[in-house]
């Protein structure tokens, strides 16, 4: 996920690893912040496996700046990793939004909609945190509230997201 974040953001533009990690900490720091001990190493194996390069601009007020950026490889490292997501890229919400995120730079609208069929496919199985044998429970068959509230919650998600998925698929065509 972070490498994918690193790749889709410095897709647009340039970067320093400052502003990179203030933009993945803004799409995923609420769930998983995003550590300079964490980011900076995974900078680096993108960097040696020849997908970013960086270049060392003055600072206008501090020390000189590392500015980052893809390169032709990171380009089609990223297209690829939209186009072949891991089944937890489809599965796992937070995943799954650091992937939406970047989703447009895959220019193939067919490449797209196939991703997109495959989180509707998840979210059609029938599923809950919650389980009586192998039967998943729905908050109707419930008596704690809290727990309730989960499903209650999880459904009107992923009733609203299904409903974006085939208007979203629609347009794709």
């Given amino acids: ?17 400052y502003e990179l990690r203030k933009r993945i900490t803004a799409l995923t720091g609420h769930v998983r912040p995003v550590a300079e001990s964490t980011l900076y190493p995974a900078i680096k194996r993108l960097e040696k496996a020849g997908l970013l390069a960086r270049e060392t601009q003055p600072g206008a007020v501090a020390a000189p700046r590392h500015v980052l950026s893809l390169t032709d490889d990171g380009r089609s490292e990223l297209r690829r990793r939209l186009t072949e997501p891991a089944r937890a890229d ?13 989703l447009r ?4 609208a067919g490449a797209q909609a196939d991703v997109l069929r495959r989180r ?30 989960m499903l209650t ?8 997201e299904l409903a974006w998925l085939r208007k979203t698929l629609a347009s794709l065509g």
């Fill in 1 to 17: 996920m972070l490498e994918l974040a690193i790749l889709g953001f410095l897709y647009d533009h340039s970067l320093h690893g």
């Fill in 90 to 102: 489809i599965t796992d919400e937070n995943r799954w939004f650091t992937l939406l995120a970047f």
């Fill in 105 to 108: 730079h895959l220019d193939d």
């Fill in 120 to 149: 509707l496919d998840f979210l059609q199985e029938p599923a809950s945190f919650f389980y009586e044998g192998d039967r998943p429970l729905r908050a109707e068959e419930l008596d704690d509230p809290f727990r309730q509230g």
């Fill in 153 to 160: 919650i999880a459904r009107a998600t992923s009733r609203a």
